[in-house]
Every structure is written in C-alpha cells, then in structure tokens.
C-alpha cells in the first residue's frame, strides 16, 4: 500500500466529517463510521498488495519454465498481475 495506515485513517475520518456536513449520512456514531471506512479503504488499497504477492507465489510456480523459455520475469510479472487484476475485477 503506497499510504500509511495514519493517512489512510485521517483520509476516512475527512471523508466522513464531509458527508456528515453535508447531510449525505446521519449516524450517532461517528467513530465507529469513521473506523468501518477506515478498514475499507485499507481493503481495497492494500488489494495491489495482494495481488502482487499471488503473482510472485504463481511465478514461482513456473520460475524452471521461464528459465528454460528465456521468459522475461517482468514481462510475465505483468501479463500475470493484469490477468489477476482481471479477474479479481480490481482497477489498479
């Protein structure tokens, strides 16, 4: 995840501030609002994250074969994180 977790929870606590400000949302419970948006921005930021860590996991998997076809491990790094992304339906 390119941002920190603060950053990400001052990110949440703005976003909620301003829809509470303009009555967007109504709740007596900001802090457990600000804390839900939180983790949710935290899931889908960190989702690259994950997807990065599958495709080493996969091109392991394959490293003899790429060696032995001379396949560019950034090349297939790509191919394979697009394919995933793809799949997983993430915007990245």
């Known amino acids: 995840m390119i941002f920190s977790k603060d950053y990400v929870g001052y990110l949440a606590r703005q976003t909620v501030k ?3 400000a303009q009555k967007m949302i109504q709740t007596d419970k900001v802090a457990l609002v600000e804390e839900r948006v939180t983790t949710g921005l935290i899931d889908e930021l960190s989702l690259e994250d994950r997807i990065n860590d599958e495709v080493r ?11 032995k076809t001379g396949a560019s491990y950034p090349e297939m790094f ?15």
């Not at 996991?57 to 060696?67: K, N």
């Open 18 to 20: 301003h829809l509470i």
């Open 78 to 92: 790509k191919k394979v994180k697009n394919e995933l992304a793809r799949k997983y339906k993430a915007v990245l």
């Open 57 to 67: 996991v996969i091109l392991e998997a394959f490293q003899d074969d790429m060696r």
